[in-house]
């Protein structure tokens, strides 16, 4: 089992497990049980089921049931699903929808990578990961990052709320965040001078998320934004200007210009009176809206101007905080009545001005501390690096006590340890997450390739990669309906996924029609023809037993299953043919229709199809005294007795049922040479009688000196008649 | 080829949380309302649902009503008068009716003696007078539907004893139906001559070693004696009981003789007349050309095939397509039920 292969015993550390297993101990599950039934149980027996689900048979003392009480159920079998692996924040459905929409964009990328190696194989010096494939991740990092929920915020409606400065959209799952994050590292490469916005723009996104465990610049805001209706005069609360230098710290721009705008001094009536204390407010405002940002592009509400290249950027920046510091040293400071307003906005230009002590106060925890640092110390950080002893830096100053999934998965990035990163994905967000994420890994470096694609021989001979396949492909086939998918990802696994598919494929339930050519579908795909006509076998055979026979003989002759159709065919032979007058035999003639007219494939039931034309022509003959159709039926008897598929049982009563045809009454039917060959297969038949594994057929006992006395009186007549 | 595109379909997807087992569409109550039956099976707790929908105009679906089978429904039909007839994996048949408040159940039957497991199709006259009910254990069962008795009687038409087994039945006027199984088989049944069918179709053409069972089939009204059916390796092809032992071959099985256009490779679920799409030389139009035909099939498409043309591709998923409904009264829409637990509603143009 790949899920178990999590390390050697010596290594006990996250980092270095590959499936990490918790050892904590929980507290025991109870899961009550609703049998039904009477006690006393006598017999009571578990075992697995397919996936998490356990299988509990419940037995009845079976003498309770024997007589009287047979409306009573003797026993009863009830699945108990164990409560499931998830974190409760994305719902087993919606698990099931990110799984199903993840098989096309890898299934994708796996055919370009695969046409791009052997493309670079040919050619001597391109290195395999090009440009172009960097695209090619992209693109399936968006279409799986588009999967995890949209984080757009519902469009602002036509009437804002003048007072409500926090945009809730839809809640945003960790799942997408830290897919967002490894997007970013690992797919974006090309774009590393804007790292530093694009994640002061995901820390925008996602600061709620980390609001579960500890205090922060979001949750902040939020109960700000519920106490907002019961103030008065907003300026005089000490908690908005602390709200705002903290979404100023964190760079959330629209927020603290929304609502700066809020201040006392844009009221109309007060317009007048405090219009210095206005004109400050208003210039601050003006200041952190014209913010200059280094990065692509910026959406739609964002505030700060957009410079793509560093040069442009840097004289701006310079510019910038040069009105900032024109700003902090005028003398309307003075004028300024309001004391609250004048220390309040101070505090936001010491922000802007990157005052490591201002920064510090209005941030909560190390990720927003470093985020600020981005925005207002060093906008130019990059390299992995710098931003990772910058993060260390950070921890020092503000360190978070309670750790958090995301965090810990931003630190194993930004120290470059693929192990890390692969240990947190896997604790934190699950097999699918693990499987996906490294297709996005094995872009970041070299080592990071080679560590993933390299073969262990503790793993049993396979690659990280194809060992983390694996235990997602186990996942997908311990469901009922995720099953299907799961040989997407098994067939990428070039050791072991081929004998995992054909394990998958057999153990598939086939009671189903439907399930069982889905089945045999995918063997189809995959060209495994071999387990497809196993499959077919089995339900065949399954269709038999149930009493379903025309089922199970379309089955196994769709698998050319020539045992399993012979033996058939002899219980066949057990009931059919007794009498020609058997109108049980009527039955059988759907069956025989479906066995179709080629022989090769219907095995020993060829004599089947070969006895019903016979008793056809027979039962004609019988009707009526037709020499033509008696003719025929003489033809079908000979060619079921030359026939070596006939079984000898049968000869005689072939031979029996035939006595009228023997001794016809217009004309010999059957010429010296056919006689002889019935004669000398009934002189056979009298010699296999002495052995000891004879069938007797219960006809009457002068059957056979019936049969002898026509031939002979047959052989006499056409004697005479060929002279 | 048409050098100008034609308009294309709008597609809306519809994700569900639980797998459907099928999907109809039911007749409207009023001019703009659209409502759906779909049959609904959670795998998480092993629960099945029949839920009738309302299709709003933002095209989304929400549950009107809800009714719980005593298991997996392995076929559901409706028919004009607003009645659902829907046939269990556990052999039972359930009729429902809907007057827009809430489903009713109207009877249902499930004794020893009606079917042995899985019902596997079922098909209601278009008044609903009567239901018609075949199984893989080979037998063939008319059901009669009256007003309000809570269990219904059932007469058995035909009984193959497991040694033939249907998948699909249809009928074809109120005392005749075509019945399709095993071995590409198909049958006519007429119950005016009880006992056996009629006539049948054995599908041994030129095909090597393979068989195939027949899923679907399709009668349209102005033309009862040609039987529209689907099966395995995409197969889609008409028997007209005129030409008794040819089939009319539309799409798929690799005859070797006529080139016919292939639209799927695996199962063909369900099969339709599609009265949307016009036959391309209306005028000229004879009694033996098939009209065009919709069918989805394993390997996610849906397409509609007519005889002699290039195939039209409405969907092609990366997954199956289980069923899918064409809407009586309005042709244009369709509904389909897709393996990955959604519904997909196309609106033609």
């Known amino acids: 089992m790949p899920g178990f292969a999590s390390g050697s015993a010596d290594d006990t550390s996250r980092g270095a497990a590959l499936v990490p297993v918790s050892t904590e101990p929980h507290p025991p599950a109870v899961y009550p049980l609703h049998l039904g039934l009477k006690p006393p149980i006598s017999r009571l027996s578990i075992s697995w089921s397919r996936g998490n689900t356990l299988r509990v048979s419940a037995f009845r003392q079976t003498t309770s049931v024997t007589k009287n009480s047979g409306e009573e159920i003797g026993g009863k079998v009830v699945e108990v699903r164990l409560s499931s692996s998830g974190d409760g924040e994305v719902s087993d459905a919606q698990w099931r929808r990110i799984e199903y929409g993840s098989v096309v964009p890898f299934a994708l990328l796996q055919s370009r990578r695969n046409s791009v190696l052997s493309l670079s194989k040919m050619a001597i010096d391109s290195t395999p990961y090009n440009v172009e494939?960097?695209?090619?991740?992209?693109?399936?990092?968006?279409?799986?990052?588009?999967?995890?929920g949209s984080s757009k915020l519902p469009p602002d409606s036509v009437i804002a709320d003048p007072n409500k400065f926090l945009k809730i959209g839809e809640e945003p799952t960790c799942l997408k965040a830290a897919w967002e994050l490894m997007e970013m590292f690992y797919a974006e490469k090309m774009f590393q001078a804007w790292l530093p916005e694009r994640l002061v723009d995901w820390l925008a996104d996602y600061d709620s998320l980390l609001s579960s465990t500890q205090l922060t610049v979001h949750s902040k805001l939020v109960n700000f934004q519920k106490e907002l209706f019961s103030l008065q005069v907003i300026e005089d609360n000490p908690r908005y200007w602390e709200v705002l230098s903290s979404a100023l710290a964190v760079g959330w721009l629209e927020i603290v210009v929304k609502m700066l705008r809020l201040h006392g001094s844009y009221q109309l009536d007060q317009l007048g009176k405090r219009e210095t204390e206005n004109g400050l407010v208003e210039a601050v405002a003006v200041l952190i809206s014209k913010m200059p940002r280094l990065r692509a592009k910026i959406d739609g509400g964002k505030l700060g101007e957009v410079f793509k290249a560093k040069p442009d950027f840097i004289k701006a920046w310079e510019k910038w905080r040069g009105q900032i510091t024109k700003l902090e040293c005028s003398s309307f400071w003075i004028q300024c009545s309001h004391p609250q307003t004048r220390e309040g906005l101070k505090n936001m230009l010491q922000i802007m001005l990157g005052n490591i002590n201002s920064l510090r106060t209005a941030t909560c925890n190390w990720i927003e501390l470093y985020i600020s640092h981005f925005l207002y110390i060093r906008p130019f950080t990059v390299g992995l690096e710098s931003m990772y002893s910058l993060a260390q830096k950070c921890m020092l100053s503000k360190p978070m006590f309670v750790p958090h999934r995301l965090i810990g998965l931003l630190l194993g990035i930004l120290g470059e340890n693929t192990?890390?990163?692969?240990?947190?994905?896997?604790?934190?967000?699950?097999?699918?997450?693990?499987?996906?994420?490294?297709?996005?890994?094995?872009?970041?470096?070299?080592?990071?390739?080679?560590?993933?694609?390299?073969?262990r021989y503790n793993l049993g001979g396979i690659s990280v990669e194809e060992l983390h396949r694996l235990v997602y492909a186990q996942v997908l086939s311990s469901h009922a309906l995720?099953?299907?998918?799961?040989?997407?990802?098994?067939?990428?696994?070039?050791?072991?996924?081929?004998?995992l598919l054909e394990i998958l494929l057999y153990k598939q339930p086939l009671q189903h029609n439907q399930l069982l050519l889905k089945n045999l579908e995918i063997c189809r795909l995959y060209e495994l023809d071999n387990v497809g006509s196993n499959i077919m076998k089995i339900a065949g055979v399954n269709h038999w037993k149930h009493g379903r026979k025309g089922s199970g003989v379309f089955w196994l002759q769709q698998a050319e299953d020539e045992v399993c159709l012979n033996r058939i065919a002899q219980q066949l032979f057990d009931s059919v043919g007794k009498s020609i007058s058997d109108e049980s035999f009527?039955?059988?003639?759907?069956?025989?229709?479906?066995?179709?007219?080629?022989?090769?494939?219907?095995g020993g039931l060829e004599f089947l199809h070969k006895y019903r034309d016979f008793k056809k022509s027979l039962k004609q003959v019988h009707d009526g005294k037709i020499t033509d159709t008696a003719r025929q039926a003489v033809e079908s008897l000979m060619m079921l007795m030359r026939n070596p598929s006939t079984p000898q049982r049968f000869w005689l009563p072939l031979l029996f049922d035939s006595l009228k045809l023997l001794s016809w009454w217009e004309r010999p039917l059957l010429n010296v040479s056919q006689t002889n060959l019935l004669l000398n297969k009934l002189q056979e038949l009298s010699l296999a009688r002495l052995r000891p594994d004879f069938i007797k057929s219960d006809l009457p006992p002068d059957a056979l000196n019936a049969v002898r006395l026509a031939l002979a009186t047959n052989l006499g007549r056409a004697i005479l008649e060929e002279q | 080829m048409a050098i100008t595109e034609p308009p294309t379909p709008q597609i809306h997807r519809l994700q569900q949380s639980s797998y459907l087992d099928a999907v109809r569409w039911l007749p409207p109550l009023s001019a703009f309302d659209k409502t759906a039956a779909l049959a609904l099976y959670d795998a998480d707790t092993a629960t099945s649902s029949l839920e009738v929908h309302s299709l709003t105009p933002q095209n989304s679906l929400t549950s009107q009503s809800r009714w719980t089978p005593p298991s997996r429904i392995s076929s559901l039909r409706t028919s004009n008068s607003s009645l659902l007839a829907a046939s269990t994996f556990s052999g039972s048949l359930h009729i429902l009716g809907y007057d827009g408040s809430g489903l009713e159940p109207q009877g249902s039957i499930g004794e020893v003696g009606f079917h042995v497991g899985c019902v596997s199709g079922v098909d209601l006259v278009d008044d609903g007078s009567e239901c018609v009910s075949v199984g893989e254990d080979g037998r063939v069962n008319l059901v009669r539907v009256v007003g309000d008795s809570s269990r219904l009687s059932h007469r058995r038409v035909f009984d193959g004893n497991g040694l033939v087994g249907f998948s699909a039945v249809k009928w074809a006027s109120p005392t005749e139906f075509f019945t399709g199984g095993f071995g590409f088989n198909l049958k006519f049944w007429d119950l005016r001559k009880p006992g056996a069918a009629v006539s049948q179709f054995k599908g041994n053409w030129n095909r090597g070693k393979t068989s195939g069972i027949v899923h679907s089939i399709d009668i349209h009204p102005s033309r009862k004696h040609t039987c529209l059916a689907g099966g395995s390796s995409g197969t889609l092809f008409a028997w007209d009981l005129r030409w008794q032992q040819q089939p009319i071959i539309l799409s798929g099985a690799r005859t070797g003789e006529v080139a016919t256009h292939s639209v799927s490779e695996s199962e063909v679920w369900e099969v339709q007349y599609d009265r949307y799409t016009k036959p391309s030389n209306i005028g000229n139009i004879s009694s033996s050309r098939i009209l065009p035909a919709m069918m989805c099939s394993e390997d996610g498409i849906l397409a509609v095939v007519e005889q002699g043309e290039e195939p039209v591709e409405l969907l092609a998923e990366p997954c199956a397509i289980n069923s899918f409904d064409i809407d009586r009264h309005n042709p244009a829409d369709v509904i389909c039920s897709l393996e990955w637990e959604s519904v997909v509603i196309v609106t033609r143009p």
Do not use: R
């Open chain 1, 419 to 455: 192990e890390v990163v692969l240990a947190e994905c896997s604790d934190g967000f699950g097999p699918w997450m693990v499987t996906h994420a490294i297709e996005l890994l094995t872009t970041a470096s070299d080592q990071a390739e080679i560590l993933l694609h390299e073969e």
């Open chain 1, 482 to 499: 995720t099953w299907q998918i799961a040989p997407i990802y098994l067939i990428s696994c070039m050791k072991q996924g081929m004998g």
């Open chain 1, 133 to 148: 494939w960097l695209e090619y991740v992209m693109e399936y990092s968006k279409d799986i990052n588009s999967l995890l």
């Open chain 1, 586 to 602: 009527k039955q059988w003639e759907g069956l025989i229709e479906l066995l179709g007219s080629e022989s090769k494939t219907s």
